[in-house]
């Protein structure tokens, strides 16, 4: 069964796309590609460890998908940090999980954010990826705070086929991403 966004995708946003930018083929609309969730810990060395297994819990938890820890590849004395040590961990979405993980950010993790008011237009790379930042994870639903043992945050970063900002920008937004400024159109 095809999850709710894809179905969303290629029954309005593909031929909302084909008109508002003249594409003459299905193979030019923007799509997203993968979605990268990335979780730095910045303890001292002796948390470190501990901190690394808790982001790693973490993602598992609300991406279904376990995630790989991530390792430093300088090393940095003011940091007390050498290269090789492990500094996060990471995830990367495609297919289904990527977006079922989407729809559930777009419909429920963010607008339960006190006092949202949109997330910034802005945070595209110039090659049609967007980044978002979360400060606490606990505003997805998959998380008991009863067993929150540490506050993390999350970078996460939804990469497109698009050419430009815009493309992309206009892609996510037809999606149901809520940016700032911008109301969402009635469905």
Not at 42 to 61: F, H, M, N, P, T
Not at 81 to 90: P, T, Y
Not at 153 to 164: P, R
Request: proline share 4%; charged share 25%; net charge positive.
């Amino acid at each position: 069964m095809k999850p709710d966004l894809l179905t969303k995708y290629n029954d309005e946003v593909v031929p909302a796309l084909k008109e508002q930018f003249g594409y003459k083929n299905i193979h030019q609309v923007p799509f997203i590609e993968k979605i990268v969730i990335n979780c730095g810990v910045g303890k001292a060395e002796s948390e470190r460890k501990q901190a690394v297994q808790d982001a790693l819990d973490a993602i598992s938890l609300i991406t279904g998908q376990r995630g790989v820890p991530t390792v430093a590849k300088n090393s940095i004395s003011n940091f007390k940090l050498r290269a090789g040590e492990l500094v996060g961990a990471k995830v990367t979405l495609r297919g289904d999980r990527m977006y079922e993980f989407l729809l559930r950010l777009i419909g429920t993790a963010i607008p339960s954010i006190r006092d949202f008011r949109g997330v910034s237009a802005k945070a595209f790379d110039g090659r049609g990826n967007y980044t978002l930042g979360i400060v606490d994870y606990t505003i997805f639903p998959e998380v008991e705070l009863d067993k929150v043992q540490r506050q993390l945050g999350f970078d996460i970063c939804v990469v497109t086929s698009a050419n430009t900002n815009d493309e992309a920008r206009e892609l996510l937004h037809l999606l149901g991403m809520p940016f700032r400024g911008r109301e969402k159109k009635a469905a």
